[in-house]
């Protein structure tokens, strides 16, 4: 797990949903060269609360968000992670969780052509 100031346990007290994590446990099986650095994801994602793109590019300095999708690039560009994200919400009276939605995980090949994107985990 990745080690929080106390500023930032206090902003992310609440956590990400992964939704689903079946998917990914399919990329580790599938890529089980690139299963170590997705479980790692994975736990850095269950530990933080975001609330924009922004904060997620703190953390993921080469995540790209391309069309309503976040990307996150896997073993230095050789996998491609797409994703929605749903941020953490903040009003007066009361405050979500974050969700974020794996799509697809695929070869840098696989990821050339968009229409892969929601190819396995259904629809935008």
Do not use: C
Not at 54 to 79: H, K, L, P, Q, T
Not at 110 to 123: A, I, L, Q
């Amino acid at each position: 797990m990745p080690h929080l100031t106390t500023s930032q346990d206090v902003k992310y007290l609440w956590r990400v949903h992964i939704v689903t994590r079946r998917h990914l446990s399919e990329a580790m099986e599938r890529y089980p060269n690139a299963a170590t650095e997705i479980a790692a994801w994975a736990e850095i994602i269950e530990a933080v609360r975001w609330q924009n793109f922004a904060e997620v590019r703190e953390m993921f300095r080469d995540a790209d968000y391309i069309d309503g999708y976040v990307i996150f690039n896997i073993r230095r560009n050789r996998y491609r992670l797409v994703t929605v994200i749903h941020y953490a919400k903040r009003t007066e009276k009361r405050e979500t969780d974050g969700h974020v939605y794996i799509r697809s995980f695929l070869t840098h090949k696989e990821y050339d052509n968009p229409s892969n994107w929601d190819r396995r985990f259904g629809s935008k």
